[in-house]
């Protein structure tokens, strides 16, 4: 019997559910030294003053470590998807039958104004990969934050006690992966109207080391790590996870307005849904809305576009943008169509994404003087989030009617979380 207890006991304790780490959770360890603090941002600095840093450290918690898993989050969110309608075209031919019109298989994730057709449909499924390298345009391994001593008296910061005048660095070196595979498919409900739904699966790591140093204003100093037998000015942490599954999942809605034979003009309605896990970076959390106006030709093997529209967020974290993107596709010869696009968002209005004001300590010099320093919460700087993406990619067709799809793109203007580079691979198949 007492062995059946054990055991029952053992199992019930297996079948507890246990608390698993999130991503964005994982983030913030990055910013946890010491041990047996339980603030979201654990800066221990010994026994008396271990609690002076933790303002600074919890309004860095709530701006600068939100403001980089926002970022990533993010990203996992604005993951290009294939465009809606791709490959053949199929028009009425000059003797009233529906046939496949001669053209290139279209860009690789711009939009052209022509739909596949009434009855036709478009499977396909693309594999992105991204290693992120640069947060607005600062390499991901040189992240930078300080900070600053709470106030402990009447006089401004730095003058009630030598002490105020201490600095916490840290220095984050962060490595940020994302896989994505995509699966879309397109239906023609008329000759003039398509509507496609695009299903992301995310996988997102991190994987990351902190480096907090005591930058001390006199020495000594009653701040460091560790204890009072031990005491150390620097401390180090690190951080590790990834996560899987659905992204946010996508419905486009598309209406052929005109076609004037060399040149089409179309509107398309895309919602992004909030399917994603946000504290999982695998997608934004919130529902958003774009809707564009799209133009192109057909000149022989030549097919420009153009695309404008407008992005509607609802996120706290991510301001509206307009959309702007431009580019060609051109038939080669045979079956293969070359694709070059420029992809931008350009932010309305300051960003969401914000950061802790710059502190100014107010230092003592002997008896009658001081002397102010300013103090920034970290090497980020405030900018808009606006976005230009170079894409170029080749689209490989088969007789059969599957497509295969090679792209790269390079960021030209780094806002947000950026790649130096991210490579698609596809297949799609029309019918």
Known sequence: MPRFRTSLAVLTIAAMPLHAQTMRERVIGLFKFGSGCDNPVCLSVGSAHKAHFNPAAQAGQANLIDFMSDAIAASASNIPISAASSGAIWATSSSGLFVRTQTSAGPVFAERAQTIGKGRVLFGANFSSYSFQSLRGVPLNSLEFNFTHQLVGPKPLGQNADYENDVIAVRTNLAVQLLAATAFATYGVTRDID?????????????????????????????????????????????QGSASGIGDVAIRLKALLADQGKVSFALLADARLATGNADNFLGGGKTSFRGQAIASGRYGNFSPHINLGYWLRSSATESDAFLATGGFDQLLGGRVTFAADFISQWQVGASKLVQPDPVVLVTPIGASYVSDRTIYPSNIPVQRDNQVLGTMGFKFSTPSGLTMVTNAIIPMLRGGLQPNIAVTFGLEYTF
């Open 195 to 239: 509507v496609s739904v695009a299903v992301p699966f995310v996988h997102t790591s991190i994987d990351g080391t902190s480096l907090a140093t005591v930058m001390p204003f006199t020495n000594p100093t009653p701040h460091y790590f560790g204890s009072a037998t031990n005491p150390s000015l620097t401390a180090s942490t690190g951080s």
